[in-house]
């Protein structure tokens, strides 16, 4: 298998500057791109927080119909222009396979939401891309499930896959998810992928970013990647789990001081 450390020993990916799976990488951006205004306030602060790439969803996959959609070719236009803005590589979630080519053109690395973590034919298109694809783990699934599903895009020919863990469904309600930090050694022993973390919709608390967050780290997490908004009160998705802008610069210097010692 692609995936397997017999083929290769570690999968890192070259994107500009940054090797992910190499060094500590930080994602970090909006839930959902709202305006210029947000997205580039926003993008100022993670960039001098110290964050490594931009997120912004510009399709949002939502439970409910009647909540925010995100603002399609819209939203890619204003990620784009921040990302360019504040020199930072930017990731957005593709959810249609229609928009493939869309999204391509846009943005530096392809986000696959833990909705569409089986959705085969989307995973196979992605892999027919030359770029970067970050799988998110299915909120039901195992970690043969999740390797899998990184295997069909590889096997296509892409094999700049990274995964990140955001929480599965269990009996417990108390967090949105639960963040499950063991499957990182767990990648670590049975693949060559990089792994990263999503403490945001992981624990959907925003008291738990910070310890999940330096927990992943010091299991061996790649990366992480932390939803942030300039005003959360006013986020138009998933602010009651936003990380404040104007603080994140005070976690990050932690994440990256805790990451220094290992
Ligand atoms: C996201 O990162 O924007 C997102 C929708 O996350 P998930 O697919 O993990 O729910
Ligand atoms: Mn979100």
Known sequence: K??????KEKNIINLKNLKIGKDLIIIAGPC?????????QT?????????????????KPRTSPYSFQGL????????KKAGKMFDMPIITELIDIRDINLIGEYSDIIQIGARN??????LKEVGKTNKPIMLKRG????????????EYIMKEG???????????RTFETYTRNTLDLSIIPSIKKESNLPIFVDPSHGT?????????????????????????????????SDGFQAYPANEFKTLVDKIKRLYLTL
Do not use: W, Y
């Open 32 to 40: 959902s791109v709202e305006s210029e205004k947000q997205i580039l």
């Open 139 to 150: 909120m039901n699934s195992t970690l043969e499930e999740f390797l899998c599903a990184a």
């Open 72 to 79: 399609g070719i819209k939203g890619l236009k204003l990620l």
């Open 158 to 168: 892409n094999n700049k896959v990274f995964l990140c863990e955001r929480g599965i």
């Open 117 to 122: 973590m089986q959705n085969f034919p989307l």
């Open 204 to 236: 959907g608390l925003l008291s738990h970013i910070e310890p999940m967050s330096l927990a992943a780290i010091a299991a061996g997490a790649d990366g992480l990647m932390i939803e942030v908004h300039i005003n959360p009160e006013k986020a138009l």
């Open 43 to 59: 993008a100022l602060e993670v960039k001098k927080a110290g964050a490594n790439i931009l997120r912004g969803g510009a399709f």
């Open 2 to 7: 692609l995936v397997s450390k017999k083929f």
